[in-house]
């Protein structure tokens, strides 16, 4: 898979835990893609000051990327 497949893979990932982000105010955004291993991503809106951001983060977020794309390593949020 190239960067540019593995992108589109990521969104559609995004793309599916969207609703669930949404419906509590907040939204997720794709940042880059290094070394095509690791993902930054930016939690925005209500996500930004969610105490539980972290586990949305990693029980969420990372769990549904690599289910899309399983070389992925690390999500890591960025502000």
Known sequence: MNTQELK??????LEEIRPFLNSDGGDITLVDIEDDKHVKVRL?????SCK????????G???TIKKYAPQIETVVNVA
């Open 8 to 13: 589109s893979t990521i969104e559609k990932a």
């Open 52 to 59: 539980i951001n972290q586990m949305t983060l990693k029980a």
């Open 61 to 63: 977020v990372e769990t």
């Open 44 to 48: 925005e809106g209500a996500c930004t």
